[in-house]
């Protein structure tokens, strides 16, 4: 089985012939603004303690900081806030048929439980 990694200079995209992949949606709104400046805010400061030299070798304390931040990120975006766009009918509606557009050509969509 071959793969291929590309990108659009967004996240790097791994794809191999076959394979399954999950996608994900979320909206620009999905936390508040004042959240995600926090969040930076937090990520940087971890960040720039590793840059700094706090820390040595084989110590794993930033990567278990920013999973701790990561979580926290994840149990906000659970939340769901935001005006939830896709929990409207119709929104949901374009969205899904977006993703039906090219099932059977470049793709096979298969429906979750």
Known sequence: MTSST????YLPHLETQEAIYFVTFRL????PR???????K???TIENASL?????????SRLRELR???KKVERCLDRG???????????AGVAAEALRHFHGRRYACW???
Request: charged residues 30%.
């Open 42 to 44: 937090e990520r940087d």
């Open 81 to 91: 806030i935001g005006c939830c766009h896709l929990r409207d009918s119709r929104v």
């Open 52 to 60: 700094a030299g706090n820390t040595r070798p084989g110590d794993f």
């Open 28 to 31: 620009a709104d999905s936390l």
């Open 68 to 70: 701790a931040l990561l």
């Open 6 to 9: 590309r990108s659009r200079g």
């Open 111 to 113: 429906r979750g439980a």
């Open 34 to 40: 004042e959240l995600v400046i926090q969040l930076r």
